[in-house]
Structure formats: structure tokens, C-alpha cells
């Protein structure tokens, strides 16, 4: 009965917070219509939102999180580099990527990560969500990228969290 009046109860209360951040001077009504708000929109966007699977190791995943930033700021550098130089340096490519992962929050994630990370976009995914294409800006060896995301982040992904199918 809970999870069909409160569906989200962290992100309700993370939506009140936001909303009391926003107001310059809160106040109890602020502080109500933030606790409605945080209510209303997941109980309105219930069906669209994906179920987070457990974690099962936080430390690894705040090391994760560490990595993923330390990739963004090292592919920024790396793309800068590419783009100020000859343009014949540039080997722009799509590759496929095989996915092990089926959790549909896992896969958003891995594609977002892949995404924000500067010289690489995620394309498009395939509709049984089994392989996923990806853009490079800079891939000389396809294989060796496949193997970077699968390695680098994939993998991680998959232990760090308990996976179920979609």
C-alpha cells in the first residue's frame, strides 16, 4: 500500500530539498507545497522511471564515480588536443559494442558515462539491447575501445551493482 501512495520515498524527499533550495526564503508553506511536489511528480511519473538495482558495493562505486570524473577531465585534454590540431589526426568511427548488461538503469547509466566522456557518444542502442553503437572521434584501434568500455566500465557497472534482467 506504501509503494502505491509514496512510490519513490528518497526521491520525494530529494525533491522537497531541491524545492526549499530554490526559494529564497522558505517558509511552511514552501516547506508543504515542496513535500506536494515531491508527492505529485513521482507518483505521476512512476511508470516512466527505472527501478535502481541495489548496490552491492558502495566503496567500489564511489571509486567508480572518482574514475569516471578523472576519464572526463583526461578525454577533455585528449580532445582538445585533437580538435586545436591537423585534422588528419582525427579518425572518427562508429563500432558496435556487445552489452552484458540487461538492467535498463545500468544501461542508461553506461551510456550516459560513455556519452559525457569527451570523443566518444552513444548512437544508438539495439532494440533487444544487445549491442550498442557507439561514435569515437578518435578510433584508431576498434577493437582496443570495445574492450576499454567493456573493461573500464561495463564490468564495474555489473559488480558493483545486483543485476536482474530488464
Known amino acids: ?12 524527499l530529494l525533491l522537497t ?10 517558509g511552511l508553506g514552501d516547506l508543504l507545497l515542496g513535500l506536494f511536489l515531491g508527492w505529485l ?24 564515480v572518482l574514475m569516471v570524473f578523472y576519464d572526463i577531465v583526461v578525454a577533455n585534454l585528449h580532445v582538445a588536443r585533437l580538435v586545436l590540431g591537423p585534422r588528419k589526426n582525427l579518425n572518427p568511427a562508429f563500432v558496435v559494442v556487445p552489452m552484458a548488461i540487461e538492467n535498463g538503469f545500468l544501461l542508461a ?6 556519452s559525457l566522456t569527451p570523443g566518444t557518444v552513444s548512437a544508438g542502442l539495439s532494440p533487444d539491447h544487445r549491442t550498442l553503437l557507439l561514435h569515437g572521434l578518435d578510433v584508431t584501434d ?14 564495474p557497472l555489473l ?3 545486483e543485476c536482474s534482467s530488464m
Not at 55 to 64: A, G, I, Q, S, Y
Open 1 to 12: 500500500m506504501k509503494r502505491k501512495w509514496l512510490p519513490h520515498p528518497w526521491l520525494t
Open 109 to 114: 547509466a553506461l551510456t550516459s558515462i560513455i
Open 159 to 161: 559488480e558493483i551493482f
Open 41 to 64: 511528480i513521482p507518483l505521476l511519473t512512476r511508470n516512466f522511471l527505472l527501478d535502481v538495482p541495489p548496490v552491492r558495493k558502495p566503496f567500489k562505486l564511489c571509486l567508480f
Open 142 to 155: 576498434a577493437d582496443a575501445l570495445v574492450a576499454g568500455v567493456k573493461k573500464r566500465y561495463e564490468a
Open 17 to 26: 530539498v531541491v524545492w526549499l533550495l530554490l526559494v529564497n526564503h522558505p
